[in-house]
């Protein structure tokens, strides 16, 4: 079971890049990301739905040059709208890169 999950996390998109030394980065400024899904009368999805991992790619390619984000912070907001709702979302972070 240990071989599985290690073989998983392998494979993921968002691995640790141990090629970047914190102390050569400098702070970029903020970074924000969001990705949404929208519910026409509130009940029938019209995309695909919400992930965070898009919101956080969204986020790193705010800034240019971000190598990596720092402060990060997660959310999830519902907007309610006469006939729809929308989900989506949210990452804000510190970016920082070259």
Known sequence: MLA???ARLF???F???????????R???PASGKH???YALYLFPLKQNPSTALALAQAKQSQ????MLTDLSI???TQWGIGYAKRC????ADAYGK
């Open 4 to 6: 599985a999950i290690k």
């Open 11 to 13: 494979r993921t998109k």
């Open 15 to 25: 691995q640790h890049q141990r090629s970047t030394d914190p102390s050569n980065l």
């Open 27 to 29: 702070y970029i400024g």
């Open 36 to 38: 949404c899904q929208t």
């Open 64 to 67: 240019d040059s971000t190598l």
């Open 75 to 77: 959310s999830d907001v």
């Open 89 to 92: 979302i949210l990452v804000t």
